[in-house]
């Protein structure tokens, strides 16, 4: 019996795929192809501050491996600290990726925890939304906050499970619950994936998709960890569609009663 793809769906368009990934911190370009490709990744995210797609034609660029004919592109704001900043660094990327609308916006607080600095995240989405963009915005794992960034018209939500390269999983599990009930667009997870497990944990929550790098680009083995965070991905999407079965605080015998042999 054939089912119909599970597909997720963004701004329009659909990737069966539901594991974003990253495109820093690997040893060089070509690790982070061989990644990606083990990863099953359609959506690769790119730090504009960080990583040449076109701004220094003198060096190696990250689009000749990973080329936008094949992938669909995520710039995003990783290192900008206001909303004027994060609006003008999408604005480049929009130039140097030929028009393209889809973007991640991630406003930071500080250097030392990343959290996201709702304020100026909220100012930043607005602003980017009246711009034409279609946006995917990373923020805290607040249900209010979640609220008022679809309401202003994001495309998706990406609470963060813990803080951004501490592989700590999900910290607040509830939280995320909440997100993604009350949620009218895609919820992924952004920021403190440690590994496949949490990635798993993630999925079956209900979450839409996972978005991580330095889980697979710090592992002893990123192309290795890729292919475990794939399939994680994967096992907690079907565990989700699938309905675990109830909690309960007895036993509950696998073997029916009735019906035994003397």
């Known amino acids: 019996m054939n089912t119909p793809q599970d597909l997720l769906s963004i701004a329009g368009k659909t990737y069966s795929s539901r594991l974003l990934v990253g495109s820093g911190k690997y040893r060089d370009l070509a690790q982070t192809r061989e990644a990606t490709d083990a990863a099953g990744a359609e959506i690769i995210t790119v730090a504009i501050r960080r990583v040449n797609i076109g701004q220094d034609p003198k060096a190696p660029n990250l689009l000749d491996v990973l080329p936008p004919s094949e992938y669909t592109i995520l710039p995003n704001t990783a290192g900008c600290y ?155 999407r079907e565990a989700f569609l699938a309905g675990r079965m109830p909690k309960r605080f007895a036993a509950s015998p696998s073997s029916p009663m009735a019906g035994r042999l003397a």
């Open 82 to 236: 206001t909303a004027k900043d994060a609006v003008y660094t999408l604005q480049m990327a929009r130039e140097l990726l030929g028009g393209r609308k889809l973007v991640k916006l991630e406003v930071l607080g500080d250097e030392k925890t990343l959290f996201p600095h709702m304020p100026e995240t909220l100012i930043a989405a607005e602003a980017l939304v009246k711009d034409g963009f279609d946006v995917m915005v990373y923020c805290s794992d607040d249900p209010i906050q979640a609220k008022l960034l679809e309401q202003i018209g994001c495309v998706a939500v990406m609470p963060l499970a813990s803080l951004i390269g501490s592989g700590m999983g999900i910290l607040n599990p509830w939280n995320l619950s909440l997100i993604i009930e009350q949620a009218n667009v895609p919820v992924l997870v952004d920021a403190g994936v440690g590994t496949a497990s949490d990635a798993a944990i993630a999925m079956e929550l209900g979450c839409d998709g996972v978005l991580m790098n330095t889980a697979i680009a710090g592992a002893r083995e990123p192309v290795r960890m890729a292919r475990a965070m794939r399939l994680a991905v994967q096992a907690g």
